[in-house]
């Protein structure tokens, strides 16, 4: 006799249409041995290895020690330096500011900055010989120091370094500033780039904050390595580097002019 109890009877309805048909032995053994754990799908994009960083930072140094040599030996005329500079800044400013990963940015930062490195190094190994020599094995000195003391962890990136280290550049450029401004109605400024004490320890303040940045640079490669940062980011990696040697090799040039002198 069939059971009126509507409960009795809602829950076989569940049962029947929840449960389905009764799987069979091959399917209940093939549902035990699907894995229980699925990976995460790899993103769409290729992620940054240091080999990229690497292929493209002698890429884009290339473009730019060309670019030097090519405005030394054509002995550019000083107003296409300092218009190369300008240009070079602006370049610079906005692939700061938008973290550009455009390779045609920041090749054609490469290209402007070599033109004025190129002739800025030509007038000083015009006054001093050997001058330019000095400063790029000053220069690759630095570099390979820092990445000794990044490399074994001597000095370690931490917020508070950051901190420190950007008020202090921040700092430096402000009184690059006044100092600018003074040596309009004084000759020499506060004396922050002149061959005096006042100068030689304002231009071991600026290596070494250049020096800083490059430590950063290092961290920010390290960090997008290990997070699986795009293919293409390495780039701006490239460009901090850039920069930062950049801003290496003009100080060593002019702390190097301090202590050398003409033939």
Do not use: H
């Not at 500079?85 to 990963?101: D, K, N």
């Not at 390595?225 to 795009?230: L, N, T, Y």
């Not at 850039?242 to 202590?259: A, D, H, K």
Request: glycine share 10%; net charge neutral; charged share 10%.
């Amino acid at each position: 006799m069939e059971s009126k109890n509507p409960v009795f009877s809602r829950s076989r309805q569940q049962a029947a249409g929840w449960g389905g048909p009764t799987p069979s032995p091959d399917q209940l053994q093939n549902m035990y041995d699907a894995p229980s754990y699925a990976p995460p799908a790899r993103p769409a994009y290729r992620t940054m290895t240091l080999d990229d960083v690497v292929v493209r930072g002698f890429l884009t140094l290339g473009v730019l020690v060309l670019a030097a040599a090519a405005a030394w030996i054509l002995n550019v005329p000083p107003m296409v330096a300092i218009g190369a500079a300008i240009v070079a800044l602006i370049i610079g400013l906005v692939a700061s500011f938008t973290m550009s990963t455009n390779p045609a940015l920041i090749l054609g930062y490469a290209v402007f900055e070599g033109i004025f490195l190129g002739k800025i190094s030509a007038v000083f190994e015009g006054a001093i010989s050997g001058i330019v020599l000095q400063a790029v094995l000053g220069t690759a000195f630095a570099f390979g120091a820092v990445l000794t003391v990044y490399s074994l962890r001597i000095v370690r990136v931490t917020p508070k370094l950051v901190k420190f280290g950007i008020a202090a550049a921040i700092a430096a450029i402000g009184l690059l500033l006044v100092n600018l401004l003074v040596g309009l109605f004084n000759d020499g400024g506060l004396g922050l780039r002149t061959d005096s004490p006042i100068g030689w320890a304002f231009s071991i303040v600026m290596i070494l904050i250049g020096c800083f940045f490059l430590l950063l640079d290092f961290d920010a490669i390290e960090q997008g390595v290990k997070q699986g940062a795009p293919e293409k980011f390495a780039w701006q990696c490239v460009f901090g580097l850039t920069l930062s040697l950049v801003w290496i090799y003009l100080e060593v040039l002019r702390f190097v002019s301090y202590f050398s002198s003409s033939d």
